[in-house]
């Protein structure tokens, strides 16, 4: 009796379970094939991007520019799609990238008052929430208030005998570490070098003491470690906003670095703090007010100082390697270049900051080296309002991601005469009429509008200064084991740049 009564009961709870079982199995089976299925048909076909050209694959899913991206070869991809399918590229189910020229202001500018921009793009653009880079336009017009005094004409003139001291430093120690100029020198690092240690006497009021050790500081190799973890960062992101708490507990290197970079930024703060304010350099212009009152907040000031830092330095110094890279592969070039220096300036002592200005087909070569190799590869995505925006002539949907980068619209094919070719002569004002075809509008170097690049003048007058100096002391050539040091780089964020040797043979000069 107990036998038949216990049965029933074992068979209906052998049945539920069953049962369940078989529901979550279906539940599971039908979201695969949603997402493998379902939704990238409607991804290539229903979607309201579905109009414009691009690779079905990349239509369908995002996993293709997650692989290009995280593979560091996004950017020559990028070119490889606009050069096949034209200046609108979709690039991702929710995606579209521009290389045409008018898309830098109506994807970046400012609208008219009362029109909703084109914001930030809110998954990733929250982590820099804090900063000026990732501030609402409001806010952003404040925070930028409030820097400009740091970054004025006047301001950097009277910080000129600042950087003038660690580029006098970095030119002493060529002839030492070269041994006599006998032996190559890798010129990345000691531009990295140079340029850090000038930002951080600028921005915490002591320099990283890279010239004087002749090694990175702990916190620049750890800038330079982060970089791929930030990269997967973002990528996943577009998948899962909170991805970041379960990427820090199964990549332990990420955290390890987040919280040594963070330590090491508020140690450099509180050093700086305790100089006072008798110091004109960046923290003292983010701790002051503006007449309206508007002053940064101490979590703004952190983040804002890791921002000057980052952005402040290695894209300097990039800039300054590939432009020395390509000096180095069209000897011509660099012959006429060193001439405009060497007639220009009788001594060294007379290349300074006003000085440099005149030295015109040497900013042409600093322009030509960053269409060719964009300081900062990263890309800048931003995303429609959610009523949509006007982007050149067409209605965007609302929340899409709009996509201008500089790799693609400083090679693509329709925006350029020879575009591939490392050609100065088109910045001048006496260019072949050839070049009047160029559509020099794609070039932005320092972003675009009212977010461009506050430090833009203080990059290009270091630039302008430590390449005049190599050029008017030195003649280059790249160590065989450096002859093809650029081709095929791969960017995270930042390019990866590998160590580039550089034999420096002291100019002759007239007895």
């Not at 009796?1 to 049945?15: D, N």
């Not at 929250?126 to 740091?150: K, M, N, P, Y």
């Not at 990420?254 to 110091?279: C, I, N, P, T, Y």
């Not at 002592?349 to 200005?357: K, L």
Request: net charge neutral; proline share 6%; hydrophobic share 35%.
């Amino acid at each position: 009796m107990g036998l038949m009564q216990q049965t029933p009961a074992a068979s209906f709870g052998l049945g539920t379970s069953t049962l369940l079982f078989s529901l979550v199995g279906f539940g599971i089976v039908s979201y695969v094939v949603y997402l493998a299925v379902v939704r990238p048909i409607y991804n290539v076909f229903f979607h309201p991007l579905s109009k414009y050209p691009g690779p079905k694959s990349w239509a369908a899913s995002r996993i293709p520019y997650v692989l290009s991206s995280t593979g560091g070869h996004l950017q020559y991809k990028l070119l490889e799609l606009h050069c096949k399918y034209g200046d609108v590229v979709r690039i991702a189910p929710n995606e579209l990238s521009y290389v045409r020229p008018d898309a830098w202001k109506q994807v970046m500018g400012h609208r008219k008052h009362g029109e909703s921009e084109n914001g930030k793009e809110r998954v990733n653009y929250t982590s820099f929430a804090d900063s000026i880079i990732g501030a609402d336009r409001h806010e952003h017009a404040q925070g930028r208030r409030v820097l400009s005094h740091a970054f004025s004409a006047k301001r950097m003139l009277e910080q000129e005998p600042l950087i003038k001291k660690y580029i006098d430093l970095f030119f002493e120690r060529l002839p030492v570490i070269s041994e006599g100029c006998s032996k190559p020198v890798d010129i990345v690092r000691w531009y990295n070098y140079t340029t850090f240690d000038i930002i951080g006497d600028l921005t915490f009021g002591e320099s990283f003491h890279c010239l004087e050790s002749k090694t990175m500081h702990p916190w620049v190799r750890l800038i330079f470690a982060s970089v791929r973890d930030g990269n997967l960062l973002s990528n996943m992101r577009a998948y899962y906003s909170n991805i970041d708490s379960f990427m820090y507990r199964f990549f332990p290197s990420a955290v390890k670095h987040k919280m040594q970079h963070e330590e090491m930024l508020r140690q450099k703060l509180k050093q700086r703090e305790a100089m006072g304010s008798s110091r004109p350099d960046f923290y003292d212009s983010m701790t002051r007010r503006d007449k309206n009152g508007f002053g940064f907040t101490p979590i703004q000031i952190e983040r804002n100082s890791d921002l000057l830092v980052g952005a402040g330095s290695e894209t300097t110094a990039t800039v300054l390697s590939f432009s020395t890279y390509l000096l180095c592969k069209h000897p011509e070039i660099q012959a006429k270049a060193a001439k405009e220096v060497r007639e220009l300036f009788k001594s060294e002592d007379e290349i300074t900051m006003t000085q440099v200005q005149q030295s015109h087909y040497l900013l042409a070569v600093l322009n030509e080296a960053m269409r060719l190799w964009p300081a900062a590869p990263a890309e800048l995505p931003r995303q429609t309002p959610p009523e949509g925006s006007m982007v050149c002539g067409e209605f965007i949907p609302g929340d899409t991601i709009l996509l201008v980068a500089q790799y693609p619209s400083n090679h693509y094919p329709g925006n350029w005469v020879k575009p591939e070719e490392f050609i100065p002569e088109r910045w001048l004002k006496d260019a072949d009429p050839i070049y009047d075809a160029d559509k020099k509008e794609a070039f932005n170097p320092f972003n675009h509008g009212g977010r461009d690049c506050i430090g833009k003048n203080l990059a290009y007058s270091e630039m302008r200064m430590i390449l005049a100096r190599m050029l008017y002391n030195y003649d280059m050539e790249l160590d065989e084991q450096s002859k093809n040091w650029a081709e095929g780089m791969l960017a995270y964020t930042l390019w990866d740049k590998p160590p580039m040797f550089v034999h420096l043979k002291p100019r002759k000069t007239e007895a």
